[in-house]
C-alpha cells in the first residue's frame, strides 16, 4: 500500500481545506435553520418555483420546506453537499492517474516493481478514502450541529443515509474522472467528461421535472437517482445507494483496461 | 551468460511515424552499451520500450531474460529518465525513500553515501532545486539498492564538469561490480570514455553499432588550424584520410576520417598559431557517414 499511502500523504493538505470548505458550508446551513422553522413565506416562494427548480432543490410535494428534512434535503443535500463533493471528487479522479501521467510524476513509481494496476488500483482508493473523509466531516458537522440547534425530525442516521447516498454519487464522478484519465492519460479529458456528465445530469433532472416529453430521460439522470427521494423521511432506494457504486466499478474497470493495455504518454 | 538485454525486430510506430524500426540489440551482461544519436532519432522511446512504459508495435524485448512487464525484472533495474518528472512538492529524501520503498526497500547508508557523494541536500524541496540539483536526485534514485542493470537516459545533461566526473566514476565502480549499463547521449566523447560499445540511432534505425575502437577508427573530425599566414591546401588533399579542406583567411579547415596523424605531421611545417578539434558534435562527425 506504498502508492495508496503517498497519495494520502500529498494530498493531505487539500483534503483539510475542503474539509474546512465543508464545515463552513455545512454550519452556515444547519445554522440558519431556527430562522427558517415554520416560516411560512419560505413554503410560498417554493410554491411559486417552477418545477424544475422544485426538482433541483429535491423538494417534495408532501414534506413542506419549512420542516427540518424539507429544509435539509433543500439546502444540504440536494445542492451544497453533492456540489462540494462532486467537484472535489473530479479533481481527485483526474489527478488519480490523468494528471500524475501528464505532468510525468508516475513516471518513476511506475518503472519500478509495481504492476500498472496495483499503482493504479491504490491512487483510485487512496482519492476514495479522502472524497469519504471529508463526506463524513460534512455528516458529522450536520448531525452535531443540528443536535444543538435542535433539528427536528432527523436523526444522525438518516443524515448519514443521506450523506452515503451523496458520496455515492460523487464517487461516480470520481470514478469516471480516473477511468477517463487512465484510458487517456491526460487531465483535461478526464475533468471535461466527469463535469459533463455532472452538468448534463443536473440540466436533464430540471428538464425532465418540467416538461412532460421529457420524463422517462430523467432515468438517465444520476441527479434524479439521488432526488427522486428525500431520504431524511424516505426509505433509501436501490437508484439513490446501489447504482452508482455498480456504476463507478464498470467505469473504473474499463479505464484500467485500458490503462493496462496502452502506451504511457510521460513528458 | 545470456544478454542483459535482447531486442529482435523491435518496432515502434505512432500513427504514420516510425519512432523504432526494426531494431536487434544485444547488450552483453557487465557491458556498457552507448546509444548515440541527434534528438528524435528514437533513443528516448528504445528506452521505454526497455522499460514497458511504450508496448512494441512488433517485435520483441527482453531485459535480464524476460519481458519487461515482469515485476521482478524490473525490481532489477534502476532508471534515469531524460524528464525526471519528480513532485516539486517532495524533499530528495521524500523522494528516493518513496521510490525505493516501491522498489522493497534499500540500505540507508547506501544513500547517505550517494547524497554525500553527490553534495546533495537531501531536506529541500524538488521544487527550490536547480537543475543540476534535480539531476542528482534522479541519479541517486537509480543508483540506489545497486540494481544490476542501469538505464540512463541523457545521465550527465545538466551536470556540471565535475558531477560528470563523478557520475561516470560511478558508473565504472558499479560496472566493475557486476552492474550492466545501457545510457544515451547525443555527446560522442563523454560515451567514448565511458562505453564498450555504441550503437548508433538515425531515425529509429540502428545505422552503425561496435567498439569504440571501431567507430573511432571509421569517425570523422573537423580541425581547424589557425595559421600565421594563408597557406595552400593541396598538399592536405592528398594526406590519408582526409576528405575535405576549406580555406578562410589564414584557417585551414580538414575534414579528417580515422587517424589525424598525416595532418598533424603536415600541419607541423607551418607556423600553427591555434589548432581546434571538433569532435564533439555527433552530427558532425558520424550522421554525414549515414546520410
Redesign the interface.
Known amino acids: 500500500m506504498i502508492a495508496l499511502s503517498r497519495l494520502l500523504a500529498d494530498r493531505r493538505r487539500d483534503a483539510f481545506g475542503w474539509a474546512i470548505g465543508t464545515i463552513a458550508g455545512v454550519a452556515a446551513v444547519v445554522g440558519l435553520w431556527p430562522s427558517v422553522e415554520g416560516n411560512q413565506d419560505i413554503e410560498q416562494i417554493v410554491e411559486d418555483l417552477p418545477p424544475s427548480l422544485r426538482a433541483l432543490l429535491g423538494s417534495q410535494a408532501d414534506i413542506p420546506l419549512s420542516s427540518a428534512p424539507g429544509y435539509l434535503q433543500a439546502r444540504l443535500f440536494s445542492t451544497l453537499l453533492p456540489i462540494l463533493l462532486i467537484v472535489y471528487a473530479i479533481s481527485l479522479g483526474a489527478r488519480a492517474i490523468g494528471a500524475a501521467e501528464e505532468d510525468g510524476t508516475l513516471q518513476l513509481p511506475m518503472t519500478g516493481p509495481i504492476t500498472r494496476r496495483r499503482i493504479a488500483l491504490e491512487r483510485i482508493a487512496g482519492s476514495t478514502v479522502l472524497l469519504v473523509a471529508v463526506g463524513a466531516v460534512g455528516w458529522a458537522t450536520a448531525a452535531g450541529l443540528g443536535a444543538l440547534v435542535g433539528l427536528p425530525d432527523v436523526g444522525a442516521a438518516r443524515m448519514a443515509l443521506a450523506t452515503l447516498a451523496v458520496a455515492g454519487l460523487a464517487l461516480l464522478h470520481l470514478a469516471i474522472a480516473a477511468a477517463v484519465g487512465a484510458a487517456t492519460g491526460r487531465r483535461g479529458p478526464a475533468v471535461t467528461t466527469a463535469s459533463a456528465v455532472a452538468v448534463g445530469g443536473f440540466v436533464l433532472h430540471g428538464l425532465a421535472a418540467s416538461a412532460e416529453a421529457l420524463r422517462p430521460a430523467r432515468a438517465l439522470s444520476p441527479w434524479w437517482w439521488l432526488l427522486d427521494r428525500n431520504l431524511l423521511v424516505q426509505d433509501p432506494t436501490f437508484l439513490a445507494l446501489g447504482l452508482p457504486p455498480i456504476l463507478a466499478t464498470i467505469a473504473l474497470l474499463l479505464g484500467l483496461a485500458t490503462f493496462e493495455r496502452r502506451d504511457l504518454r510521460f513528458p | 551468460m545470456p544478454s542483459a538485454i535482447v531486442t529482435r525486430g523491435l518496432t515502434k510506430r505512432f500513427g504514420d511515424v516510425t519512432a523504432v524500426d526494426d531494431l536487434d540489440l544485444d547488450v552483453a551482461p557487465g557491458q556498457v552499451f552507448g546509444f548515440l544519436g541527434p534528438n528524435g532519432a528514437g533513443k528516448t522511446t528504445t528506452i521505454?520500450l526497455l522499460?514497458?512504459?511504450?508496448?512494441p508495435t512488433a517485435g520483441t524485448v527482453e531485459v535480464l531474460g524476460s519481458s519487461p512487464r515482469d515485476?521482478?525484472v524490473?525490481?532489477r533495474?534502476g532508471?534515469l529518465?531524460a524528464?525526471?518528472?519528480?513532485?516539486p512538492?517532495h524533499t530528495a529524501t521524500d523522494t528516493i525513500t518513496?521510490?525505493g520503498?516501491?522498489?522493497?526497500g534499500f540500505e540507508p547508508g547506501d544513500v547517505q553515501h550517494l547524497l554525500e557523494r553527490f553534495d546533495l541536500d537531501p531536506t529541500r524541496r524538488i521544487g527550490e532545486l536547480s537543475t543540476g540539483n534535480r539531476r542528482k536526485v534522479g541519479v541517486v534514485?537509480a543508483f540506489v539498492g545497486r540494481p544490476e542493470l542501469l538505464i540512463l537516459d541523457e545521465p550527465t545533461a545538466g551536470l556540471d564538469p565535475l558531477l560528470q566526473h563523478e557520475l561516470l566514476g560511478l558508473i565504472r565502480e558499479r560496472v566493475a561490480a557486476g552492474a550492466t549499463v545501457v545510457l544515451s547521449s547525443h555527446i560522442l566523447p563523454e560515451v567514448e570514455r565511458i562505453a564498450d560499445r555504441i550503437g548508433i540511432l538515425r531515425r529509429g534505425r540502428l545505422v552503425a553499432h561496435g567498439t569504440v575502437e571501431e567507430m573511432r577508427a571509421s569517425a570523422r573530425q573537423r580541425i581547424d588550424l589557425h595559421l600565421g599566414a594563408p597557406a595552400d591546401p593541396a598538399p592536405f588533399r592528398d594526406l590519408p584520410g582526409v576528405i575535405g579542406v576549406d580555406v578562410e583567411g589564414a584557417v585551414l579547415t580538414v575534414t579528417v576520417e580515422g587517424s589525424v596523424d598525416a595532418v598533424v605531421k603536415a600541419a607541423a611545417q607551418l607556423e600553427v598559431h591555434r589548432l581546434i578539434s571538433h569532435d564533439a558534435d555527433l552530427e558532425n562527425v558520424f550522421l554525414e557517414l549515414y546520410r
Open positions: 521505454r522499460l514497458d512504459i511504450l508496448r515485476t521482478a524490473r525490481a533495474i532508471f529518465p524528464e525526471l518528472g519528480l513532485d512538492r518513496y521510490l520503498a516501491l522498489r522493497g534514485q
